[in-house]
């Protein structure tokens, strides 16, 4: 069984950083395409990243990109999500998922797909 936890969250200021983890327990990442989602009060839970098996292929929220990168690392088994210039729009709880995959180059940010769910981390942007 695949565990996932996530860390990293805080409470910022706009225009600061935060590097989320995503450490997995239990199984390999290495077959497994990670998606990072996020939840805001009120809101419906959204698709902000996604990285393939492979590391190769990466797709993004339009609203995040150019200021988030997610990577993995394998000899960690671990996927980071690098958040610069936060805005206050971008406080909410984030998740990290995971889906088993054939495909090295599979990603996708729908939430239906993926299998595995960590239990979140707060991010809070505020000045």
């Known amino acids: 069984q695949l565990r996932l936890v996530e860390s990293g969250g805080d409470l910022v200021h706009p225009g600061e950083s935060l590097r989320l983890s995503c450490a997995a327990s239990?199984?390999?990442?290495?077959?497994?395409?990670i998606g990072w989602f996020r939840q805001a009060p009120g809101k419906e839970r959204e698709g902000v990243s996604c990285?393939?098996?492979?590391?190769?292929?990466?797709n993004y929220l339009d609203s995040v990109k150019d200021r988030f990168t997610i990577s993995r690392d394998a000899a960690k088994n671990t996927v980071y999500l690098q958040m610069n210039s936060l805005k206050p729009e971008d406080t909410a709880v984030y998740f990290c998922?995971?889906?088993?995959?054939?495909?090295?180059?599979?990603?996708?940010?729908?939430?239906?797909?993926?299998?595995?769910w960590g239990q979140g981390t707060q991010v809070t942007v505020s000045s």
């Open positions: 998922a995971a889906f088993l995959t054939v495909l090295h180059s599979n990603c996708n940010r729908r939430s239906a797909v993926y299998d595995y």
């Open positions: 990285i393939s098996r492979s590391g190769g292929t990466t």
């Open positions: 239990g199984l390999s990442l290495a077959n497994y395409a």
